[in-house]
């Protein structure tokens, strides 16, 4: 500590004479003068009554010519603005020069990529159907449905929940625990237009209450055991377990037409865990939906001969693409059983059994997942997906030497857009942090200062999330959906908006992205 200055960075503002020589000692001759300073960032201004000279000194690997660039760039807007917008806040100011704003707002973030814009979700999956239909698409301890008895199921159930007034943007509460009945569930309201509020019957009775009532979906799906535990409410209440809810029903995919879904309408809400306050229900879209499912599907390819995992709890936004993405490309879902995702012996033993190849961990958990392995053997795994808190760097690397042949995904994203940078850890990089990688595919990754200007390649900024993915905002929360989900000043569509995540996180000069915590 005592190597370290008072303060690291230092403003000197003289007034001085252009040309003055001598030392003042007789005798004498002053022949060059050089200031040096022992602090980290140090800037000196002479005025010289007619002009200004500039002197910086920075440690080598800020980069000196950097600094005299923004410097430049400084001095060039503020003499601009003083003629042409003198009531311009000076904090409003960007110092980046052009390159380098053009780097961080657009060469960072050329994400654009073909995808088809107005497809929903349960059209891929039913289009998956047609191809694979004898095909096992799921799998629940000794149960299973093929891709047509599921489309099946899910078909029945949709048109019951459209005899329920069920349609586009209408809210289904959906609480049961992990089963057959839960992907029929998802899948079902999907095809009738409405998008699933899932509640998760292991929540404490308050915040169900809650979540039931903030919503209002006017229908509520559970099954036969759960319907003792959970709180009264005007809701419909179907059972998915029972023959009844899906007696005399059709089995036929419903018309398109005649149910009028769109790529914009809701495909789920989803409450935050509201450990800053009261739970907040976010409203995710198809489109956004359908990009992050499709890039995946491009980034990390799995096919038929694939096992995904599901035991993310369904009321976090990763069993999203834990559900639906093995779905539409005609690989196996495997539900792992509720709570089995605290039990590293069960999930060794599931991830054997069933010969997972793809699944996610949070940091946290797979470092438990490792410390409880016996030998260092997955033989069928071959990536694994980590979010949803930092990857340690030990943590990394010790994945790597347990298992050299499994790719480790590092991702990022928050409930308001899903994931939305990704990282391939890649065993040759000496980096001492992980970085949460670069934006996905249609999507634009913006680190902004306090005043909303992009910051400087390794600078610390807020990260705001802009593009395909971005949610349409809280449920019955407008004046925070204001707050949170503002204007895009940089996206070319005038009506572009983008979601401030209060993540702190800074780029690197190959484009990606380090994540330093939050601003609260």
């Known amino acids: 500590a005592g190597s370290l200055p008072l303060f690291s960075a230092m403003l000197n503002y003289r007034h001085s004479e252009l040309g003055e020589e001598g030392s003042g000692l007789a005798g004498i001759e002053m022949v060059q003068t050089q200031e040096r300073t022992n602090y980290p960032f140090w800037v000196s201004v002479d005025d010289l009554g007619e002009g200004f000279l500039l002197t910086e ?79 096992v698409a799921v799998v629940y301890e000794d149960e299973q449905l093929t891709y047509a008895e599921l489309n099946t199921k899910a078909n029945q159930l949709a048109h019951r929940l459209r005899q329920e007034g069920v349609s586009p943007d209408v809210l289904v509460a ?26 998760d019957p292991e929540y404490p009775q308050d915040r169900i209450e809650y979540m039931l009532s903030d919503s209002a979906a006017p229908v509520l799906l559970t099954q036969r055991r759960l319907v003792e535990s959970l709180p009264s409410t005007a809701a419909r209440t179907l059972l998915l377990d029972a023959e009844e809810t899906y007696a005399g029903q059709p089995q036929t995919n419903l018309d398109s037409q005649e149910v009028g879904a769109t790529s914009s309408n809701l495909a789920y ?21 359908v990009n992050r499912l499709l890039w995946m599907q491009r980034e990390y390819r799995i096919g038929a001969e694939d096992r995904v995992l599901q035991k993310t709890p369904f009321s976090f936004d990763v069993s999203v693409w834990e559900f639906f993405w093995p779905l539409l ?63 340690p760097t030990v943590l990394q690397e010790r994945f790597h030497a347990m298992f050299p042949s499994c790719s ?17 850890f890649d065993p040759g990089n000496d980096r001492e ?88």
């Open 174 to 199: 959906i609480s049961v625990e992990r089963s057959l009945e839960m992907v029929v569930g998802l899948l079902g309201i999907l095809k009738a237009g409405g998008a699933y509020v899932p509640v």
């Open 408 to 424: 480790l995904h590092n991702q990022y994203g928050p409930t308001e857009s899903g994931e939305v940078t990704a990282w391939t």
């Open 269 to 289: 809400v989803i409450y935050t865990s509201g450990s800053t306050g009261t739970p907040k229900g976010v409203m995710n879209e198809h489109r956004g939906v």
């Open 329 to 391: 490309v005609g690989s196996r879902l495997v539900l792992a059983r509720s709570g089995g995702h605290w039990h590293p012996a069960y999930l060794l033993d599931i991830i054997g059994t069933q010969g997972i190849t793809t699944l996610h961990f949070v940091p946290s958990m797979l470092q438990v997942f490792l410390d409880n392995m016996n030998e260092s053997s997955l033989p069928t795994v071959r990536q694994v997906m980590c979010s949803g808190e930092a990857l």
């Open 57 to 135: 000194q920075t440690e080598p690997v800020v980069g000196q010519s950097r600094v005299v660039g923004y410097l430049n760039c400084a001095l060039d807007r503020l003499v601009w603005t003083l003629e042409h917008a003198p009531k311009t806040e000076l904090l409003a100011l960007s110092i980046l020069p052009h390159a380098e704003r053009e780097q961080v707002l657009e060469g960072f973030n050329a994400t654009d990529a073909e995808y088809p814009r107005e497809a929903l979700i349960h059209e891929l999956f039913e289009a998956q159907v047609e191809r694979t239909p004898e095909t």
């Open 433 to 520: 942090y992980v970085p949460i990688g670069r934006p996905i595919s249609n999507t634009s990754i913006y680190i902004l200062d306090r005043q909303g200007q992009p910051a400087p390649i390794g600078v610390e900024g807020e990260l705001y999330i802009g593009g395909d993915g971005v949610a349409r905002g809280y449920l019955n929360r407008p004046e925070l959906t204001t707050e949170r989900f503002v204007k895009d000043p940089f996206a070319a569509n005038a009506d572009a908006r983008m979601y401030r995540t209060g993540d702190l996180g800074r780029w690197h000069e190959d484009g990606t992205i380090e994540y330093l915590g939050r601003n609260d």
